[in-house]
């Protein structure tokens, strides 16, 4: 018996340790800061339920207010007011009595607490609330809820890896993510729908994973064709942002072009400081030219340069697009000399008549030079009605999900995993919490 019993003691610990080295430990549900304002004189807060202002470090009170009460907080003299009365705290925190209410600021509806800081240039918003309920805002305000479901899944998925990813990343203002789309576009609860509220609680906790962890996962409108790797656009190889065919055809903003006068083009390089006088030539590598040091083999611009009489500015493909506001840096330019749309043509030699003809007569495209070690250079002429024409494709920085492919996918059937898997190479689907 004593034998046995020992066996016994020996079988319940081996499946005790087994049992541990098998179950995987789900990190908790965690909340993010969202920074919604930084350098306000003052803000103006309410709430649809009775609400508190507290200092969130000793949890005194400072304030009990009801449904619709309008309160004015504002920085003055290194302090903070609440209607114009002292508060010593630095940090005020404002949240209703009740989980599902909810807080205005200046007009903007917030799920969570309001967090009011104290900064030396102003004061700094934050709401503070669980990241599922972060997420409802977010894949409302990148992704159309008319869109197809498993399109939501998918942007819910990426949203939230990314989330997870940035946590800290605005860390020296107080925050984690900012509420615009240098992180992810947030909107607080009043552009939620239960569509995409739903999307969000079917995925809930799910995050694509590289190494174990949450990725950097990227994601643009589109990609005109193809998605770039992570390198070609911002330096930084990451092995799961690598170029992939892209199914956003249908994207409005496939194919897009516009025109622009030299002077147009040399007025907006100087109002960024690029100062070079009268443009003369701008030197780009043809779109299909298979990735030549200017480009890459995708068709992201990586360097373009503007010469003018004055000087030189040699600017990346994220600063063209960021100075002539372009939808993307996949993009081709050429010097167009206009052809006439209408030609006059005598009727009567005798009474001078004449009548003007519609045309259909194709723009003149100045030719390159072509020098020995660049035949790259679109040469300026100044002749009359010329004029830059510059034709790209896709719209954001096209590394990562395409959101209209993700909308292709979906409409041919595909799942948001394997829509996911067709964007991110060498990831897996994980629970996170």
Request: aromatic share 10%; with cysteine.
């Amino acid at each position: 018996m004593k034998c046995l019993r020992h066996s016994i003691i020996f079988f319940v610990m081996v499946t005790l340790v087994l049992t541990c080295s098998l179950t995987k430990v789900l990190a908790a549900e965690q909340n993010i800061r969202v920074g919604l304002w930084t350098r306000q004189s003052s803000i103006m807060v309410s709430s649809d339920k009775l609400f508190l202002i507290k200092d969130p470090g000793t949890n005194d009170t400072f304030g009990k207010y009801n449904a619709g009460d309008k309160v004015l907080i504002t920085q003055k003299n290194g302090r903070l007011y609440i209607n114009n009365l002292p508060a010593k705290s630095m940090v005020l925190s404002v949240q209703p009595s009740d989980d599902d209410g909810r807080t205005v600021v200046n007009k903007k509806t917030y799920r969570g607490r309001i967090l009011i800081k104290k900064m030396t240039d102003g004061i700094t918003v934050i709401n503070d609330l669980p990241l599922e309920q972060y997420l409802y805002s977010v894949v409302a305000t990148e992704m159309p809820a008319t869109w197809p479901v498993e399109a939501l899944k998918a942007q819910a998925v990426t949203a939230r890896s990314y989330a997870l990813y940035s946590l800290n990343r605005h860390e020296n203002e107080g925050f984690d993510v900012c509420a615009l789309a240098h992180c992810q576009a947030y909107g607080g609860s009043n552009v939620e729908n239960d569509i995409v509220q739903k999307a969000v609680d079917d995925t809930r906790g799910q995050v694509l994973l590289y190494a174990h962890k949450p990725i950097f996962a990227a994601f643009h409108a589109s990609s005109g064709g193809n998605t770039e790797n992570s390198e070609d656009v911002w330096g930084t190889y990451l092995p799961y942002l690598r170029a992939v065919k892209d199914y956003d055809q249908n994207s409005p903003n496939y194919h897009w072009s516009l025109q622009m006068t030299p002077v147009e083009l040399s007025g907006k390089l100087n109002q960024y400081g690029y100062d070079i006088g009268t443009l003369q030539s701008v030197t780009l590598s043809a779109l299909n030219s298979g990735g030549q040091v200017d480009r890459s083999k995708n068709g992201a611009v990586k360097t373009v340069v503007f010469s003018g009489d004055k000087n030189i500015a040699r600017l990346t493909g994220n600063e063209v697009r960021r100075v002539l506001g372009l939808k993307s840096t996949k993009f081709a330019i050429d010097v167009i000399i206009p052809s006439p749309k209408k030609i006059n043509v005598p009727i009567d030699q005798y009474s001078g008549y004449s009548k003007d003809i519609d045309v259909e007569l194709p723009d003149y495209k100045v030719p390159k030079i072509k020098t020995g070690v660049n035949n790259n250079i679109h040469p300026i002429t100044n002749r009359s009605g010329e004029v830059i024409k510059i034709d790209g494709y896709g719209s954001g920085h096209r590394v990562g999900m395409s959101q209209w492919g993700a909308k292709t996918l979906a409409e041919q059937g595909y799942d948001y995993q394997t829509i996911l898997y067709t964007y991110y190479s060498e990831v897996s689907i994980g629970n996170w919490y």
